[in-house]
């Protein structure tokens, strides 16, 4: 269990709908980055937050946006969904300060399917 | 930003062979180059890393292998078990690992 918790871990919806994944990073961690994983495919980074604060930004779409809250918490919406968004999606956090050795440690995983 | 190669794509080898992945990376201002393994179903979790001022790491049966001046870096596996068999990214990333960016991953099998 690396500490990082994300919900829902499955969730199948329809094309054109909108979810909400979440995220908890590890107790301390103020870091918290999404990837996106398609099938047989590779870790897509998607945005990178620290404190609440957008630090890094990727391949991500219009239609996706993310925010960190106060409590450290995150969120990535998925909006207009089409077929091809289905896909593994991490989330993954990092420790602060003179703790970070620049490992990243991996939720378990939402798995979207788009219908 | 940060673009890394990974090569193979597949790689099967038997029981008690080596394997090695090749990667490359494109930012000359990366630092950091850690590998992920992915088992099936399962997260990425770290194996093993180099920073850009180490040449060369080494953990048990794993080891990395970085070259600063071609800009790739590689991990090698020797005396490959079943229990190796997984996903295996690499990736880069600069001081303050705001954007890691990963490699397309290598499907290793090893077969007993």
């Not at chain 1, 980074?45 to 239609?63: D, M, Q, S, V």
């Not at chain 2, 049966?61 to 005396?79: D, G, P």
């Not at chain 2, 960016?101 to 099998?109: D, I, N, V, Y």
Request: with cysteine.
């Amino acid at each position: 269990d690396s500490g990082v918790t994300q919900t829902p871990k499955h969730l199948i919806t329809a094309t054109g709908q909108r979810v909400t994944l979440r995220c908890s990073p590890r107790s301390g961690d103020l870091s918290v980055y999404w990837y996106q994983q398609s099938l047989d495919q590779g870790l897509q980074f998607l945005i990178h937050y620290y404190n609440g604060e957008e630090r890094a930004k990727g391949n991500i779409l219009e239609r996706f946006s993310a925010q960190q809250f106060p409590d450290l918490h995150s969120e990535l919406n998925l909006s207009s969904l089409e077929l091809g968004d289905s896909a593994l999606y991490f989330c993954a956090s990092s420790p602060r300060g003179q703790a970070n050795t620049g490992e990243l440690f991996f939720g378990e995983g939402s798995r979207l399917t788009v219908l | 930003g940060e673009n890394v190669e990974q090569h193979p794509s597949t790689l099967s080898v038997q029981e008690g062979d080596s394997a090695v992945i090749k990667c490359t990376y494109s930012d000359s201002a990366s630092n950091y180059f850690p590998w992920y393994k992915q088992e099936l179903g399962k997260r990425p979790q770290l194996i093993i890393d180099i920073r850009s001022n180490v040449g060369e790491k080494k953990d048990q049966r794993i080891a990395v292998t970085l070259n600063k001046t071609a800009k790739h870096f590689s991990l090698h596996i020797t005396e490959t078990q079943p229990e190796d068999s997984a996903v295996y990214f690499c990736a880069a990333s600069k001081s303050g690992n705001n954007d890691m960016r990963f490699g397309a991953g290598t499907r290793l099998t090893v077969k007993p």
